[in-house]
């Protein structure tokens, strides 16, 4: 689809652990400071798209997760629609308000993307990752991941998938392993990853880490799953970020500060497929490129959803960045810091910015927005034109359940 939709106004909360911050607080946060950058008011909304993954299972908040947070601040009457999927929920939230302006449908809607991780009891939290599989096929991958684990020597790794930690990890760490195997990756390339995202996480006010990280302080953190130590994997977070959807005749009659044009926006669900032919990301990213016009040379900046950081090398040679296989030496390169070729995730990444995940897709789209409209202070990057958001979650059989691609463009 042709999308013919501006952003106008962005918002974010920072991320972190708001224990005693509530759904709603934290969702009003983020919508007030997108108003504000819009230059509109509440009234002014024609419609909303609410994406959030795991209230029902931490909060207990079901069914009207959007009109609760959005009611809360005084908005009703207007469409609401509740984004469910996975890790993707406020992507696809943004995707479906972008297409829903595109169509003439509405000419000013919220994308909100907010959520709550953090409980007292871990086992709340663990389990809003553990629905993100098919729970009737649960045990079978668990002793899969169990048996591979045992079999490379991955002893971290060989048991507590879902208990001590997000069992994703467990499936990052196998394809790490695969990986080192098949092309010679190293754990050091890995450990590059997370030091280079925590010096972006450290220029961004919003992150919810900012301490900078050498390698060797990568490397030297506890093992959570072989090859990945602490660092090297995603916290969990809460938080809230949101983006004012308009249309660009609708921007340009309300003087909308430097819209920034959506130029495409791809979703797509996994399907089963041989282990070495295109899966959601490259056929994301394929249509996501033909619809925009544009290809990987002529990106300015890059937010990939690195919830682990084996996840970011492999978001490198799914996007095109560099050809299959050498991810690891993409970022030996240096290339994909600041002050590189192509920086990817200067916001710092999932990794330090944290991943409340049903609201790290639009937060992507909040740090490129920024980026494009140069307002990123210490961590800008120069004549930032074109920016790309990738951004997946949950999994089954060997690829994502769900998975979007969005580039947006400098007005």
């Known amino acids: 689809m042709k999308f013919n939709a501006v ?57 009207i997760r959007g009109q609760v947070i959005l009611r809360g601040i005084g908005i009703g009457r207007i469409p609401v629609v509740n984004v469910e999927n996975a890790c993707a929920s406020a992507s696809t939230a943004l995707n ?5 302006v595109s169509a003439g449908f509405y000419d000013i809607v919220l994308a909100l993307g907010v959520e709550k991780l953090y409980h007292t009891d871990k086992r709340k939290s663990f389990a809003a990752f553990s629905g993100a ?59 590059a990853v997370a030091s280079k995202n925590s010096y972006h996480g450290s220029l961004n006010p919003r992150a919810q880490f900012r301490e900078v990280l050498s390698v060797a302080d990568v490397l030297a953190a506890p093992m959570i799953a072989e090859p990945l130590t602490r660092p090297m994997c995603s916290p969990i977070g809460d938080g809230a970020a949101a983006v004012i959807v308009m249309s660009p005749k609708t921007a340009r009659a309300r003087g909308a500060r430097s819209p920034v044009r959506v130029l495409s926006s791809v979703l797509h669900s996994g399907w089963d497929h041989g282990m070495d032919e295109p899966g959601t990301v490259e056929v994301c990213a394929q249509e996501a490129y033909a619809e925009a016009g544009v290809g990987p040379t002529d990106l300015s900046v890059v937010e990939c959803h690195d919830a682990s950081a084996p996840a970011e090398l492999l978001a490198y040679e799914a996007l095109g960045l560099c050809a299959t296989g050498e991810s690891g030496r993409l970022i030996d390169s240096r290339q994909t810091q600041l002050g590189g070729r192509l920086p990817v995730n200067t916001s710092g990444g999932l990794l330090r910015k944290g991943h409340p995940v049903g609201a790290t897709g ?8 920024e980026q494009l409209q140069g307002r990123c202070g ?14 997946g979650g949950g999994a089954i059989g060997a690829d994502a359940a769900a998975m979007c691609v969005t580039i947006l463009q400098r007005a």
């Open 7 to 63: 952003i106008a106004g962005v918002g974010m909360t920072r991320f972190g652990k708001h224990l005693d911050t509530g759904l709603k607080a934290l969702g009003a946060e983020a919508i007030q400071a997108a108003l504000t950058d819009a230059g509109i008011e509440a009234a002014d909304l024609q419609a909303a798209f609410v994406g959030n993954a795991a209230a029902g299972l931490v909060t207990g908040q079901e069914c």
């Open 96 to 100: 479906q308000a972008c297409a829903m």
């Open 133 to 191: 599989v098919d729970v009737e096929l649960m045990a079978s991958l668990l002793e899969a991941l169990r048996q591979n684990a045992a079999a490379q020597g991955a002893e971290a790794a060989s048991g507590g998938a879902g208990e001590k930690r997000s069992m994703f990890m467990d499936i990052y760490a196998a394809a790490a392993r695969a990986h080192m195997q098949r092309y010679g990756t190293t754990v050091e390339q890995f450990a």
């Open 362 to 369: 639009i937060a992507q789209i909040v740090e490129l927005t």
């Open 378 to 391: 210490a961590r800008q990057v120069e004549g930032a034109r074109i920016g790309l958001a990738h951004n």
